[in-house]
């Protein structure tokens, strides 16, 4: 799966289950839990929506706000494993 996928697939999950926005414009590089749009309990939900979605399962060290706040981060560490 390549990277635009990834990123579309995770920007409109984190849009309609953690932000329950779908008209929000979530950019890249956007501080998404520093900015307040989810809390760290909803990286748990994006964990799982990833172990489904793309076979990639995220180590609870690896769930944090420093390594994963933004879109870019995310997707980031979802390719490493895909790679």
């Known amino acids: 799966m390549d990277e635009t996928t990834v990123r579309e697939k995770m920007r409109e999950f984190i ?5 329950r926005d779908e008209s929000y414009d979530l950019t890249d590089d956007e501080g998404i ?3 307040g749009l989810m809390d760290s309990f909803a990286l748990a939900e994006l ?3 990833v172990e489904e979605a793309f076979g990639v399962y995220i180590p609870d060290p690896d769930l944090t ?5 933004t879109l870019n981060q995310m997707v980031a560490r979802v ?3 895909l790679q």
């Open 79 to 81: 390719m490493r494993d």
């Open 15 to 19: 849009k309609r289950e953690l932000i």
């Open 33 to 35: 839990i520093t900015g």
């Open 65 to 69: 706000v420093a390594k994963m706040d």
């Open 47 to 49: 964990a799982v929506f």
